[in-house]
């Protein structure tokens, strides 16, 4: 598939088609790794880091744990 870039401001924008993101699972939420080999751009979900992981960990354990509470506390 070939493709121009799109001007965007004072930037350039690749428009992805929807039917590559819906293949990708990717959304406007995602977020994505871009690197170069100084002739490629390669483009992929980024994955989390070892920081979020263990956050993401926690924050469902506490979840877990203290859910009923915390929505007690919410109303």
Do not use: C, W
């Amino acid at each position: 598939m070939l493709k121009k870039l799109t001007k965007h401001g004072n930037s350039l924008a690749l428009v992805i088609d929807r039917p590559i993101l819906e293949l990708l699972k990717i959304d406007a939420d995602t977020t994505l790794d871009i690197s170069t080999d100084g002739e490629k751009l390669t483009i992929g979900r980024a994955k989390p880091s070892d920081r979020r992981r263990k956050f993401e960990a926690a924050q469902a354990k506490a979840h877990q744990q203290f859910g009923t509470a915390f929505q007690k506390l919410a109303e």
